[in-house]
């Protein structure tokens, strides 16, 4: 089974950008479509980026919209997060994921990482 990791968090200041990463391991995501979500304390979990096996379609979520790239390295068996200007609410626990579109074309995630920290200073 597919492990994924995920790296690139800490502490980052208001206005800055963060680049996160998620590597798998025990087999390939190439042909997967992926993506990441994320949970601030003592709320749900939200979606924040998705994109196709061959980077075709991007999705993002409303509060990232403008300020997200997601991409991907099928090469690498990675998925990058990139995220500009953040401000305190992007501070959360960033999970990547394989991603599926529902009927209602939101997104939701299977086979999560362990996640990866973000926090946002002013």
């Known amino acids: 089974q597919v492990q994924l990791v995920e790296s690139g968090g800490g502490l980052v200041q208001a206005g800055d950008s963060l680049r996160l990463s998620c590597t798998a391991s025990?087999?390939?995501?190439?042909?997967?479509?992926m993506g990441w979500f994320r949970q601030a304390p003592g709320k749900e979990r939200e979606f924040v980026a998705a994109i196709t096996w061959n980077g075709n379609i991007r999705d993002y979520g409303d509060s990232v919209k403008g300020r997200c790239t997601i991409s991907r390295d099928n090469t690498k068996n990675t998925v990058y997060l990139q995220l500009t200007n953040v401000n305190s609410e992007d501070t959360a626990t960033y999970y990547c994921?394989?991603?599926?579109?529902?009927?209602?074309?939101?997104?939701?995630?299977?086979?999560w990482g362990p996640g990866t920290q973000v926090t946002v200073s002013s």
């Open positions: 025990g087999g390939t995501i190439s042909k997967d479509s």
């Open positions: 994921a394989h991603a599926y579109r529902t009927l209602l074309g939101t997104f939701r995630g299977d086979d």
